[in-house]
Structure formats: structure tokens, C-alpha cells
């Protein structure tokens, strides 16, 4: 049973999730000119679910090969955890990063939605709502958006990001309102890693794309991307799903374009104005509405 809540351990888990998501983008970008997209995705998610694997193997996790009914529902989840990453790639060429980060950030509403109906127990309240809208409106501030498109084929990125966010309100509560949800994490975890390496090596092979060089800087992005994000965070996340609601999850996650600006403006020296700290005070007084008892 989900707690109603998050408490600080929760929060504080959450806060270094979205700090470390914030910043995903920025090593994505440096592993690009040796590791094209689909290929990047395809070997970041066959490391990480090694390393996942041999991790559940050194502490005798036994439940991990434990047949429980699981597989194909498994195998479901990893398909729209891979769909998610794959119209992520996709629609970035076709629209800018400011206008991606913001629309797959609308995942906490669809989340929500879905919550009212598949999660009786974890729909919101209306003032709950509200501080969803707040937390998004945040969101769009520090983006700079609405802005206008680069391209004019800019609608179709677009549509493609919206549709990744909802691949991943539904991997969410496919999860939650599932028998997934009291499967060991890891396990769900290697479902999602396994179909991602997969799609991504095979959309690679079929797209022509191939490693380009082995530079550092590209080699430790793509070695950060695997060993942290999807093999640490993706984990860390699905263990918070099994405790805590869905939607009050998911609405959190609006912290990480925050942590990626700020991340810009410490590493790259971008500029920060004030509209900034309007952005972090509504984020913030969404997330205390939402997470009301």
C-alpha cells in the first residue's frame, strides 16, 4: 500500500534523481559525436542491465529468477520504456531541447489522469491540481517557452516528445497498477533495460548508424549514462514507485529542468535571470500542494 505522502527520505531521494535527470541531456549531447542516438541508447541500456544483473547476482537476490507471473507484463513495460526513449531521439530532430524538456514534463498530468481511474487510492485532490499546474507553469518559465519553433516542421517533434511523455506515465502505471508492483525492482528494471538494448542496438543496425570514434569525453558521457542513470536512478525510482503514489512521483519530477539550467549556468556559465527564481518559487509551492495530506 502506498504511503498518502512523501517524507524527507523520499524527498530528499527524489531531489537527487531530478539533479541527476537535469544534467541527462547534457551527457547525452557530449556522447553524440562518437555514439549516435539509437546505438547510444542501445549500449547504455545493455551495460547498465549487466551491471544490474551482476549486482542482483552478488547479494542473492534469488526472487529475481523466481517465475511469478511476470514476463510478459515485463516485457510490456520494457517496450514502453524503449518507445519512450525512442521518440525522445526522434523528435529531437525535429525540435529543440528547451521545447522537448518542456512537453515531456506533461507526464505528471497524464499520470494523473490515468491515476483516477486505474488508482482510485492516489487521485488527486483539486488543490492537489492546482499545484500541478503550478509546478508545470514553473517548468515552461525556466525553459523560456512559449518560444518560437527553429523549425517549421517543429509541430511533428513536438507531438513526438508529448507522445514519449505519455510512454512514460503509462510505464508508470502499468507498474503501479499491475502485479509489477510487487515484483523485485530489479527485475522490472532488467525487463525495461533488456527491450531498450534490443530496440536501440537494432534500430541502430537498421538505421546504418555506427560508432564514430572512442574520444574521452564522449567515452566517460556514455559511461555516466550507464552506470548512473539507467543502471543507479532508473532503479532508485522504481523502489520509490512501490512505496509512495504515482502521481505525487511523477508531479516531483518537474524539479529537473530546474537542476538542468542551473546546471547550464554552473558548468557552461549560461545566464541566469531572475525569472529563474520565479520559476523555482512556483515549482516548489506546486509540489507542497501536492504533496498535502
Same mark, same amino acid.
Not at 131 to 153: D, E, K, N, Q, Y
Not at 215 to 222: E, G, I, R, T
Given at each position: 500500500?502506498?504511503?498518502?505522502?512523501? &517524507?524527507?527520505?523520499?524527498?530528499?531521494?527524489?531531489?537527487?534523481?531530478? @539533479?541527476?535527470?537535469?544534467?541527462?541531456?547534457?551527457?547525452?549531447?557530449?556522447?553524440?559525436? &562518437?555514439?549516435?542516438?539509437?546505438?547510444?541508447?542501445?549500449?547504455?541500456?545493455?551495460?547498465?542491465?549487466?551491471?544490474?544483473?551482476?549486482?542482483?547476482?552478488?547479494?542473492?537476490?534469488? $526472487?529475481? %529468477?523466481?517465475?511469478?507471473?511476470?514476463?510478459?507484463?515485463?516485457?510490456?513495460?520494457?517496450?514502453? %520504456?524503449?518507445?519512450? %526513449?525512442?521518440?525522445?531521439?526522434?523528435? #529531437?530532430?525535429?525540435?529543440?531541447?528547451?521545447?522537448?524538456?518542456? =512537453?515531456?514534463?506533461?507526464?505528471? =498530468?497524464?499520470? *494523473?489522469?490515468?491515476?483516477?481511474?486505474?488508482?482510485?487510492?492516489?487521485?488527486?485532490?483539486?488543490?492537489?491540481?492546482?499545484?500541478?499546474?503550478?509546478?508545470?507553469?514553473?517548468?515552461?518559465?525556466?525553459? +523560456?517557452?512559449?518560444?518560437?519553433?527553429?523549425?517549421?516542421?517543429?509541430? #511533428?517533434?513536438?507531438?513526438?516528445?508529448? +507522445?514519449? *511523455?505519455?510512454?512514460?506515465?503509462?510505464?508508470?502505471?502499468?507498474?503501479?497498477?499491475?502485479?509489477? @508492483?510487487?515484483?523485485?525492482?530489479?527485475?522490472?528494471?532488467?525487463?525495461? #533495460?533488456?527491450?531498450?538494448?534490443?530496440?536501440?542496438?537494432? @534500430?541502430?543496425?537498421?538505421?546504418?548508424?555506427?560508432?564514430? +570514434?572512442?574520444?574521452?569525453?564522449?567515452?566517460?558521457?556514455?559511461?555516466?549514462?550507464?552506470?548512473?542513470?539507467?543502471?543507479?536512478? %532508473?532503479?532508485?525510482?522504481?523502489?520509490?514507485?512501490?512505496?509512495?503514489?504515482?502521481?505525487?512521483?511523477?508531479?516531483?519530477?518537474?524539479?529537473?529542468? #530546474?537542476?538542468?539550467?542551473?546546471? *547550464?549556468?554552473?558548468?557552461?556559465?549560461?545566464?541566469?535571470?531572475?525569472?529563474?527564481?520565479?520559476?523555482? *518559487?512556483?515549482?516548489?509551492?506546486?509540489?507542497?500542494?501536492?504533496?498535502? $495530506?
Amino acid at each position: 500500500m502506498s504511503k498518502r505522502s512523501l &517524507d524527507i527520505a523520499a524527498i530528499a531521494m527524489l531531489v537527487l534523481l531530478c @539533479a541527476s535527470w537535469g544534467g541527462q541531456q547534457v551527457a547525452v549531447k557530449i556522447a553524440l559525436p &562518437d555514439f549516435p542516438p539509437f546505438l547510444q541508447m542501445g549500449i547504455r541500456s545493455a551495460g547498465a542491465g549487466l551491471l544490474v544483473l551482476f549486482y542482483c547476482l552478488a547479494t542473492g537476490r534469488g $526472487r529475481l %529468477f523466481v517465475r511469478d507471473g511476470s514476463l510478459w507484463l515485463g516485457l510490456f513495460s520494457g517496450l514502453l %520504456f524503449s518507445g519512450e %526513449f525512442v521518440l525522445i531521439y526522434l523528435g #529531437l530532430q525535429w525540435t529543440d531541447a528547451s521545447r522537448t524538456s518542456l =512537453f515531456l514534463y506533461t507526464a505528471p =498530468f497524464f499520470v *494523473a489522469l490515468g491515476a483516477t481511474w486505474l488508482l482510485p487510492a492516489e487521485r488527486l485532490r483539486w488543490p492537489q491540481w492546482v499545484g500541478l499546474g503550478l509546478s508545470f507553469c514553473g517548468t515552461a518559465i525556466v525553459m +523560456g517557452v512559449p518560444r518560437g519553433a527553429t523549425s517549421p516542421h517543429a509541430w #511533428l517533434g513536438d507531438l513526438m516528445i508529448i +507522445g514519449a *511523455a505519455v510512454f512514460w506515465a503509462a510505464t508508470t502505471l502499468g507498474i503501479k497498477a499491475t502485479r509489477l @508492483a510487487t515484483a523485485p525492482p530489479e527485475k522490472v528494471l532488467l525487463y525495461q #533495460l533488456a527491450m531498450s538494448a534490443v530496440i536501440g542496438l537494432g @534500430a541502430g543496425m537498421a538505421t546504418g548508424e555506427s560508432v564514430r +570514434g572512442v574520444s574521452l569525453a564522449p567515452v566517460l558521457a556514455l559511461t555516466y549514462q550507464t552506470v548512473w542513470i539507467a543502471a543507479t536512478t %532508473f532503479l532508485l525510482w522504481l523502489r520509490l514507485l512501490t512505496l509512495y503514489p504515482a502521481s505525487t512521483l511523477q508531479a516531483g519530477t518537474s524539479m529537473s529542468p #530546474l537542476f538542468g539550467v542551473a546546471a *547550464a549556468a554552473l558548468i557552461l556559465h549560461e545566464p541566469v535571470g531572475p525569472m529563474f527564481l520565479l520559476a523555482v *518559487a512556483l515549482v516548489v509551492s506546486g509540489l507542497v500542494l501536492v504533496n498535502r $495530506r
